[in-house]
Every structure is written in structure tokens, then in C-alpha cells.
């Protein structure tokens, strides 16, 4: 006999979600970060807000662990290279990072989020207002790279949050093309 002939009253979600969670890998490429940075999975029965909540940790925890290794590898870089101002920009985004996983660990995945997503605004803001020389032609492609921004705010973050993104990134463009010298 099915299950729903057992129980006739059970929610059809949560038998569709307990027949995936039965199979659901128990050891992936990324699990022992994942028990490092994320909470536990939920429990057999588990509704479609908690496996959400699962996919938003999941993915603040693998986004934080690709930023941290580009972050180590160009911390490197200005380490040789004796680049002090970049050495302390770099620490500054190891600690919010790291603070964003420990958030993340602890299920403030929002709060995580608008961590990376602050970061990587502020980021592309710095990099393009301290442009040496001003702006040039060859810079406004730069303008861009802030649409990455949004698309990492929409997966982590509620999704009217881009509009705030969005908005955001557009008035920064108007004032840096309206008062950097070009």
C-alpha cells in the first residue's frame, strides 16, 4: 500500500520531500564544509521553507568559501609584493567573510548575505571611484561587473532585495559619471 493509503490526511509535500530525503548524499565534494558552515540539515518531513533555507546556507557557505580563496591567493600577491594598502583591504574582507560564516553557521543566513553582498558592493564602488587618472573609456566596462553584484543578491538574499541592489548600483554609476574627472 502507498502512503498517502496509511495516512490519507499526511501533507503531500512532505512525501514528496521524505522520498528525496532518503536519498539525499550523505558525502559530497563540499559536505565537510558544509558541517563546518552551515547548520544541520532538517529533519525527515521537513517543509519547502526549510529546504530553502537549506539552498540559501548552502550557497552563502560555498560563495564565502570561493571569495576566501581568491582573497588568500591575491593576499599573497600583496604580501610579495609589498602592497600594504591591499594587505589590510584583503584583512578586513578575511574578518567580515568570516564573520558571514559564523552568522551563516548559526542560520543568520540574511544577515550573512547582506554581509557578502555589502562587500562586494563596496568593492566594485572603491575600485571604481579611486580610479587613478580618472575615468576613462576603458573603465566604464567595469560598470558592468556591478550587475554581479545583484545576481548574488538575488540568490541570497529575499528577491525584492534587488531592486535595492539594483537601485543602489545605478545611483553610484550617475554620481561617479557625474563628478569623477574624465
Known amino acids: 500500500s502507498s502512503i498517502m493509503e496509511q495516512n490519507p490526511y ?13 536519498e539525499r548524499p550523505r558525502a559530497g565534494l563540499f559536505e565537510w564544509w558544509f558541517r563546518l558552515t552551515t547548520p544541520p540539515l532538517p529533519v525527515l518531513g521537513a517543509n519547502l521553507r526549510e529546504w530553502e533555507d537549506v539552498r540559501r546556507t548552502r550557497m552563502v557557505s560555498v560563495l564565502l568559501l570561493i571569495l576566501i580563496g581568491l582573497i588568500t591567493f591575491v593576499f599573497f600577491i ?6 600594504h594598502i591591499l594587505l589590510f583591504s584583503l584583512g578586513v574582507a ?20 547582506i554581509i557578502v553582498v555589502g562587500i562586494l558592493m563596496i568593492t566594485y564602488i572603491l575600485t571604481q571611484a579611486l580610479n587613478q587618472g580618472g ?8 560598470f558592468d561587473l556591478m550587475v554581479q553584484v545583484e ?24 554620481l561617479d559619471l557625474t563628478f569623477q574627472p574624465h
Open 10 to 22: 499526511q501533507d503531500w509535500r512532505a512525501i514528496y520531500l521524505s522520498i528525496f530525503e532518503a
Open 78 to 83: 600583496a604580501l610579495v609584493s609589498g602592497n
Open 94 to 113: 578575511l574578518c567580515t567573510d568570516s564573520l558571514a560564516l559564523y552568522l551563516n553557521k548559526r542560520g543568520r543566513t540574511t544577515t550573512a548575505g
Open 135 to 142: 575615468l576613462g573609456l576603458g573603465d566604464l566596462p567595469d
Open 151 to 174: 545576481l548574488v543578491a538575488v540568490t541570497l538574499l529575499p528577491p525584492w532585495t534587488v531592486f535595492i541592489v539594483g537601485a543602489l548600483d545605478s545611483l553610484f554609476i550617475a
